[in-house]
């Protein structure tokens, strides 16, 4: 495993580069994000992703997010409605993860077999130039069922089996995202986090 530091303005091109390496040879890289951090692998890349829920212990049968780095890609991996796309213009980058009907460029392993795929397109620099490359798996870095750890030290100890941990400081906000189905009109929260909830935007919006 190698940890390099890494800060979140201005964050160095060799270490980015170096993070897009790992994750194109098929590893794995602890990386922040807006809310806390995240476990990414290239998403098209199948074994990467097989591999990822072997070190997270998560079942094959969960979906995983994916971030995007920007809001016009959203479309190459999704089919977005029209008015989910001025939403998402409206709330993106941001904290949030907008679940949206996946097309043919999404492998099953990352739906889990749904129809569906959770996207994400971060207010976070680190994040938004690595994905800028390939679509970035958007879990959370912990073990299934533990939850996710503030302090990095802790995450690196658990997930002793990555390859690459990009080191931005611990968490000082461990808000997830929040999620939003934007297969359906109006839009429904699946999970409130981190940010704000404009109900002129979700208009109708409410909780599970």
Known sequence: MLIRKITRKNPSPDVLEEAISVME????????????????VNALDEDAVRRLFRVKGRSPHKPVSICVSRVDEIPRFSRPSGDAMELMERILPGPYTVVLERNELIPDVITGGSSRVGIRVPDDEICRRIAARFPVTATSANISGKPPSPRLEEIVRDLDAVDLVLDAGDCLDMEPSTVIDLTVNPP????????PLDPVLLRGAGDV
């Open 25 to 40: 040879g098929g590893g794995i890289v602890i990386y922040p994000t807006d809310t806390i951090y995240g476990l990414g």
């Open 188 to 195: 429904r929260v699946l999970r409130r986090g981190k940010g």
